[in-house]
Antibody, heavy 120, light 113 residues
Framework: QVQLVQSGAEVKKPGASVKVSCKAP????????MHWVRQAPGQGLEWMGI????????TYAQKFQGRVTMTRDTSTNTVYMEMSSLRSEDTAVYYC?????????????WGQGTLVTVSS | DIVMTQSPDSLAVSLGERATINCKSS????????????LVWYQQKSGQPPNVLIY???TRESGVPDRFSGSGSGTDFTLTISSLQAEDVAVYYC?????????FGQGTKLEIK
């Protein structure tokens, strides 16, 4: 079973930034695009964007444009999602998930999730 | 953006009975060049990440029990659980991967009656 291992829970103040990591097996990193999805407490799933770990290209949901940056580190097979100007509404579990293909597929493997709490 | 709308929002079914969840997209997610519907169903149990049940609208993921089935084409889709088991209590989501942004339905909460 493919394991996507995410970083631990974070507590941030409004206006701060957070960076969540997601480490993937080497073959996943080179062959699959990676998505980020978030889920506010008791709410549904919200797609944030996608990154090509090999080339670094990204596409973001319009809602997150300018506030979210997805990057990768090829030396450690890790993708990152950084969100700035945090507000209370950003309190959520953030998931990384593997695209079944090269960006045109479904999300077939998910990380365990990272809870980000934004509170003063 | 393609809007995905599920119905009902919640559902209570007796053990052993059939459960049916619907998903409607605001635009067709059928790619006529390959005749595939870009629609996936996920199951999310409490405190866990989602898990793939069905992709291409009707192809069961490896390891998923055959009581789960998907049907539909174009804009209207259905997830059916033929005989509800206790372990099927979860929230179910549809998602389209036809276009970006990928969009999810709001979820359907399935409980035991």
């Amino acid at each position: 079973q493919v394991q996507l291992v995410q970083s631990g829970a974070e507590v941030k103040k409004p206006g701060a930034s957070v960076k969540v990591s997601c480490k993937a097996p080497a073959d996943t990193f080179t062959r699959h695009y990676m998505h980020w999805v978030r889920q506010a407490p008791g709410q549904g799933l919200e797609w944030m964007g996608i990154i090509n770990p090999s080339g670094g290209s990204t596409t973001y949901a319009q809602k997150f444009q300018g506030r979210v940056t997805m990057t990768r580190d090829t030396s450690t097979n890790t993708v990152y999602m950084e969100m700035s100007s945090l507000r209370s509404e950003d309190t959520a579990v953030y998931y990384c998930a593997r695209d079944r293909g090269l960006g045109g597929g479904w999300l077939d493997r998910w990380g365990q999730g990272t809870l980000v709490t934004v509170s003063s | 953006d393609i809007v995905m709308t599920q119905s009902p929002d919640s559902l209570a079914v007796s053990l052993g009975e059939r459960a049916t969840i619907n998903c409607k997209s605001s635009q067709s997610v059928l790619n006529t060049s390959n005749n595939k519907n870009y629609l996936v169903w996920y199951q999310q149990k409490s405190g866990q990440p989602p898990n793939v049940l069905i992709y291409w609208a009707s192809t069961r993921e490896s390891g998923v029990p055959d009581r789960f089935s998907g049907s539909g084409s174009g804009t209207d889709f259905t997830l059916t659980i033929s005989s509800l088991q206790a372990e099927d209590v979860a929230v179910y989501y549809c998602q389209q991967y036809y276009s970006t942004p990928r969009t999810f339905g709001q979820g359907t909460k399935l409980e035991i009656k």
